[in-house]
T-cell receptor
Framework: DAGVIQSPRHEVTEMGQEVTLRCKPISGHDYLFWYRQTMMRGLELLIYFNNNVPIDDSGMPEDRFSAKMPNASFSTLKIQPSEPRDSAVYFC????????????FGPGTRLTVT | QQQVKQSPQSLIVQKGGISIINCAYENTAFDYFPWYQQFPGKGPALLIAIRPDVSEKKEGRFTISFNKSAKQFSLHIMDSQPGDSATYFCAASGDKLIFGTGTRLQVFP
């Protein structure tokens, strides 16, 4: 398996623009997680899905953030409109339901909002 | 109650020395305590994990010590190598992972 795939790897956009981050989890994994990492706040869980259903979105910072998982092999995280404080590295991770402690992370998307 | 406290924030160790990172938790419902390793520009990767009914787990040079009564656990890296230089995160697992704030380890030759 190729592991968790994220695209794009880098995104530079202007404030107010819409940003869409994409993730393909490892085939067969039941859970998908979206994290944000910054120097100030560390690694934050934004939202996670179980079998494509959002379970906990309490970490989503604002209504500007939304996430979808239309099928077992694809998820998106959208920011609309983007702001400079959204600049961070966004990670997607996946795991089996029997091993949530063992998450496989993608390479991340480094987002810069100017 | 959902927090995991990690220390130190940064650690500098000589090659061959022992690196020790500590974590503490409050919620007794966690069922696994993993450690993740992250290299610059990469995503975190699972290094080693322990269940709360075990007091110690060793994999190669990496050992987790777990103290259930004190609600504390630690990572020991024996014979630290420059290639171990990375950021280490402790975590606690229930229905999701709660990560510590991370420790940046630098191992100098």
């Amino acid at each position: 398996d190729a592991g968790v795939i994220q695209s794009p790897r880098h995104e530079v956009t202007e404030m107010g623009q819409e940003v869409t981050l994409r993730c393909k989890p490892i085939s067969g994994h039941d859970y998908l997680f979206w994290y944000r990492q910054t120097m100030m706040r560390g690694l934050e869980l934004l939202i996670y899905f179980n079998n494509n259903v959002p379970i906990d979105d309490s970490g989503m910072p604002e209504d500007r953030f939304s996430a979808k998982m239309p099928n077992a092999s694809f998820s998106t995280l959208k920011i609309q409109p983007s702001e400079p404080r959204d600049s961070a590295v966004y990670f997607c991770a996946s795991s089996f339901v029997t091993g949530i402690y063992e998450q496989y992370f993608g390479p991340g998307t480094r987002l810069t909002v100017t | 109650q959902q927090q995991v406290k990690q220390s130190p924030q940064s650690l500098i160790v000589q090659k061959g020395g022992i690196s020790i990172i500590n974590c503490a938790y409050e919620n007794t419902a966690f069922d696994y305590f993993p450690w993740y390793q992250q290299f610059p520009g990469k995503g975190p990767a699972l290094l080693i994990a322990i269940r709360p009914d075990v007091s110690e787990k060793k994999e190669g040079r990496f050992t987790i010590s777990f103290n259930k009564s004190a609600k504390q656990f630690s990572l020991h890296i024996m014979d630290s190598q420059p290639g171990d230089s990375a950021t280490y995160f402790c975590a606690a697992s229930g229905d999701k992972l709660i990560f510590g704030t991370g420790t940046r380890l630098q191992v100098f030759p």
